[in-house]
């Protein structure tokens, strides 16, 4: 009798530590209700309000104008040129949207320029262009792209956020831009990207798909919200959102998926700006 209250004592030890080290892992930073304000309940245009035509393509000066014009939120993705300009756009490479073989970082912003935003007039702006354009008229959500100099990348970004006095909040897939906006701006709303970590398909090694999918890199940044593709949640996600992550859902095609979330990153419909949870 004694042998097994011994072995219990131990589980529940065992079972108390690893409950803790979990907590540890994916718990979010603190939040505050007035930066929660300016996302909560919102709908946020999918790199802008684009058409699926693409006569309004995504990422274009003219997809954020329609997109603040009506009032939206608006999520938007930045990455450096070869000679170090902010520049909006979302892939690695120029393939998708413009049909030119490069990467975005092998290119300057004279070069980018040139080129034609799925065969529109509209051309690849920069940071600086389209926050000029925004100009507060609706809440921003910065994703930071994993690339070959995020160091740079983060001290850029930042100082043109700095000067910008509408709202706005930066994510990443990557958790060591988060922690470098922990450290260096830590008034800065953060917030972690994620997939199921079968979605991450080859991108990265399984392990590290792992560890992502299911945010146990959270106590790299201690991210405030988590915005998570729809999809069928982890549990380390819900334990992470249990202990008081903002809930972002991307990227919607209708309205239900407003229910549950904090926010919605949406696409391809008009939703009303806000809504009730």
Not at 51 to 63: L, V
Not at 112 to 132: D, N
Not at 141 to 153: A, M, S, Y
Not at 190 to 206: D, H, I, K, M
């Amino acid at each position: 009798m004694k042998d097994s209250s011994k072995f219990l004592s131990h589980a529940a030890l065992v079972g108390a530590a690893v409950s803790a080290g979990l907590v540890f892992l994916v718990a979010p930073g603190k939040i505050s209700k007035k930066q929660k304000a300016p996302f909560k309940q919102r709908n946020f245009a999918h790199r802008g309000l684009h058409k699926r035509d693409k006569s309004i393509p995504e990422n274009s000066i003219a997809a954020f104008e329609r997109a603040s014009r009506y009032g939206y939120g608006m999520e938007l993705d930045v990455q450096l040129s070869k000679d170090g300009e902010v520049v909006v756009f979302h892939d690695d490479t120029l393939n998708r949207v413009c049909g030119v073989d490069s990467r975005v970082d092998e290119k300057t912003l004279a070069e980018l320029r040139q080129l034609s935003l799925c065969g529109t007039k509209e051309t690849i702006p920069t940071f600086a262009e389209v926050l000029k354009t925004v100009r507060g008229r609706g809440a921003l959500i910065v994703e930071l792209k994993n690339g070959r100099r995020n160091k740079e990348l983060c001290e850029k970004t930042y100082a043109l956020l700095r000067r910008y006095s509408g709202d706005y909040c930066i994510e990443s897939f990557n958790p060591f831009i988060v922690r470098w906006f922990k450290r260096n701006a830590p008034e800065v709303m953060r917030g972690q990207l994620a997939n199921p970590p079968s979605a991450y398909n080859g991108e990265v090694n399984p392990v590290t798909g792992f560890l992502l999918g299911n945010v146990l890199l959270n106590f790299l940044g201690r991210p405030q919200f988590i915005a998570y593709k729809l999809a069928e949640k982890p549990f380390c996600v819900r334990l992470s959102e249990l202990l008081g992550a903002m809930k972002i859902c991307w990227t919607s095609h209708e309205w239900l998926n407003e229910k549950g979330h904090d926010a919605v990153i949406f696409e391809y419909y008009r939703p009303k700006l806000t809504y009730k949870k």
